[in-house]
């Protein structure tokens, strides 16, 4: 590798956990996965194709990674997106040796058609291909070796049912504990290099959402302003710069979560549609639904209805008691003022 290349990439896989041992939190998960990883070897066969949801960050390609390394078995990685024909889906699928494992990001965003296909690949191994049309349709089967297909997505509610019914084995990610945070944060800072106590490991945990991928990134900034502006130095003004640098707050809340909460408080207790949201905060409507709503859910500051969503007695204390029920969001521009 070149002297100059960024090493960003080669980092972020240093930090990604190599055994179940090491994979912090899920424990539940990893209790039904251990149980069938032994099965499988002691049957030789391939495991059963295992469908992984939850929002984004939670760990579930880390896990896919972690599976292949225990079963001892190459990861063949993809999103959905990229297989737009059923000739990718062949090409792909035909290159995979017995017992691969074949993992699929956003399993969700399959087109319907390669959706189809894939009931006989999960099934029976096996590509059908139909060709021509009329008297002259002829159907075709073409065999593939047995792997396991892991499916990862953040929206379940989308897989058709047929696929869904399709996976053996499903397990839903759960929001990780300050606890589990705290250990993945001293992981990660051990691999780093760095030193951060258990103390300033929880000031990390409360701004990290209950999700691994936001500890690590946190980390990261804490280490850039500790290299800047303290001389490498972690400790309670380093964190405190990072936080104020990021405009995070205790509860690891950003301005566009309180752009949210104050655009619902100002509507006085009536839904406001996600559209109309995303129009007034400038944001896309996946990043709404998938990376700022779920958080906002979990610790009941706002709630879905069948009319939009609305701020809860929760949220209006927060902004309330921390002093942002007295800014006003200016809906042109999406900005407090």
Do not use: W
Not at 8 to 23: A, C, F, G, I, M
């Amino acid at each position: 590798m070149n002297s100059q290349e960024p090493k960003t990439k080669v980092e972020d896989n240093l930090l990604r956990p190599s055994s179940l041992s090491d994979y912090v939190g899920q424990t539940s998960i990893k209790k039904n996965l251990k149980i069938a990883m032994k099965a499988a070897k002691d049957r030789n066969e391939c495991m059963e194709h295992i469908l992984l949801n939850g929002p984004p960050g939670l760990g579930k390609t880390s896990l896919a990674i972690v599976l292949s390394n225990e079963m001892e078995r190459e990861l063949i990685k993809t999103t959905a997106t990229s297989i737009k024909r059923i000739i990718d889906l062949m090409s792909l699928v035909m290159t995979l040796k017995p017992g691969d494992i074949l993992f699929i990001d956003e399993i969700h965003r399959l087109d319907k058609r390669i959706e189809e296909s894939f009931y006989s690949v999960m099934e029976d191994f096996e590509i059908q291909i139909v060709r021509g049309g009329g008297r002259n349709i002829k159907a075709a089967s073409i065999p593939c070796n047995p792997f396991t297909l892991i499916g990862a997505t953040t929206r379940a509610g989308l897989l058709s049912k047929p696929l869904r019914d399709r996976f053996g084995l499903t397990f839903h990610f759960q929001f990780y504990s300050l606890d589990e945070l705290i250990d993945v944060i001293q992981n990660v800072a051990q691999r780093l290099e760095l030193t951060i106590t258990k103390t300033e490991a929880l000031e990390i945990a409360k701004r990290s959402r209950g999700t691994p991928r936001i500890a690590i990134h946190l980390v990261k900034r804490v280490r850039d302003v500790a290299t800047v502006y303290f001389d490498h130095k972690i400790d309670r003004e380093t964190l405190q710069e990072t936080f104020s640098t990021l405009r995070l707050d205790q509860n690891g809340l950003s301005d566009q979560d309180r752009k949210l909460l104050l655009l619902l408080y100002q509507k006085n207790g009536h839904p406001v549609g996600l559209n109309t949201i995303c129009a007034i905060l400038s944001e896309d409507r996946t990043t709404l639904e998938e990376m700022t709503e779920p958080y906002l859910l979990l610790i009941n500051y706002i709630e879905k209805t069948p009319r939009g969503r609305v701020i809860t007695k929760d949220g209006i204390n927060y902004l309330q008691s921390n002093g942002y029920a007295k800014q006003q969001l200016n809906t042109s521009l999406g900005l407090f003022s």
